[in-house]
């Protein structure tokens, strides 16, 4: 008996040393002692110290030098489409409540839906057009202004904004260039306003201590 208990513990010894060493012996009391929601300093089952293995931040495969958030030039396609979806979508609005409103006197035949259809498309169309124009000018001149300044901040969106106003209404001169400027302007700053009022509140507020 005591030479079949010696001969599994050499065949264990054995084993241990072929992959690594062997592994320590520990007894019930000492593995009931082990917590199971957190983890141990060096696990009682593998060889391994498991604070290797906790991952504390996101696992993500990228490119060397990349960045883990998109810049703006990525953005720029998704902010031109979304632009252009979004316009064709509020112009048919549009489009369908004009030609009901100037085909209300007229009963509901093909001539009718024609018309309205083609109010439809038509204002679709220049929504989306225009929609489009201002994205396309907004991601132009922030990839950039961001280029040009090598920071990515909201400095890059507010003048993207007014830039992107002043051209756009710049056919009409320069008063209405400036309208245009001012509005991108408003637009940007309260964009950029609503992207950091979390920041700012937090920043601005006070720590009180309440005394009893």
Not at 99 to 110: N, Y
Not at 176 to 188: I, M, P, Q, T
Not at 189 to 200: C, I, K, M, S, V
Request: hydrophobic share 35%.
């Amino acid at each position: 008996m005591d030479n079949n208990s010696q001969g599994s513990g050499g065949f264990k010894g054995g084993l241990g040393g072929l992959f690594g060493g062997g592994a320590p012996e520990y007894s019930n009391t000492e593995l009931a002692g082990v917590p199971l929601t957190g983890m141990s300093p060096l696990s009682p089952y593998l060889n391994v110290d498991p604070r290797y293995l906790v991952q504390d931040t996101d696992e993500f495969i990228l490119p060397t030098g990349a960045n883990k958030t998109r810049g703006r030039f990525e953005l720029a396609f998704f902010t031109i489409g979304g632009s252009c979806m979004t316009g064709a979508s509020l112009g048919a609005l549009n489009g369908l409540r004009m030609g009901l409103k100037e085909t209300r006197d007229m009963a509901w035949s093909k001539p009718r839906n024609v018309q309205i259809l083609n109010m439809v498309t038509r204002q679709g169309a220049s929504w989306a057009n225009s929609l489009g124009s201002v994205a396309l000018l907004y991601s132009a001149f922030g990839v950039a202004i961001e280029k040009a300044r090598g920071a990515e901040d909201d400095i890059n969106t507010v003048a993207a904004g007014t830039l992107t106003g002043m051209l756009f209404k710049s056919s009409g001169g320069l008063k209405s260039a400036a309208r245009g400027g001012l509005v991108g302007l408003a637009v940007s700053g309260a964009y950029a306003l609503y992207n950091n009022w979390e920041h700012l509140t937090s920043s601005s507020s006070p720590s009180s201590t309440r005394l009893y």
